[in-house]
Nanobody, 116 residues
Framework: QVQLVESGGGLVQPGGSLRLSCAASGSTFSIDAMAWYRQAPGKERELVAQITSGGDTHYADSVRGRFTISSNNAKNTVYLQMNSLKPEDTAVYHC??????????WGQGTQVTVSS
């Protein structure tokens, strides 16, 4: 059974930084892509950043230049380094892992709050 365990959320002041982690376990299938999504209250879930198995990355316009996605394939872990955080980055952040053949799975979410 696939499990995704997220960590690293919290409360931070504007301009601060946080690093999210998501560790995947329970599958022997290869991973095609890893991603972070977020959902703010009253808004739809949106893609924040994605990294493919080949190392290609994609960022939402709102976070490009401030956030960096990376992965440790040996540990099946994806990270999101978030710098220069803004109040509008406040949301629940979810990791998503897309496995070859068996589809994608979601983490439970971690709250990020940017406030002074």
């Amino acid at each position: 059974q696939v499990q995704l365990v997220e960590s690293g959320g919290g409360l931070v002041q504007p301009g601060g930084s946080l690093r999210l982690s998501c560790a995947a376990s329970g599958s022997t299938f290869s991973i095609d892509a890893m991603a972070w999504y977020r959902q703010a209250p009253g808004k739809e879930r949106e893609l924040v950043a994605q990294i493919t198995s080949g190392g290609d990355t994609h960022y939402a316009d709102s976070v490009r230049g401030r956030f960096t996605i990376s992965s440790n394939n040996a540990k099946n872990t994806v990270y999101l380094q978030m710098n220069s955080l803004k109040p509008e980055d406040t949301a629940v952040y979810h990791c998503n892992i897309d496995y070859y053949l068996i589809g994608d799975y979601w983490g439970q979410g971690t709250q990020v709050t940017v406030s002074s």
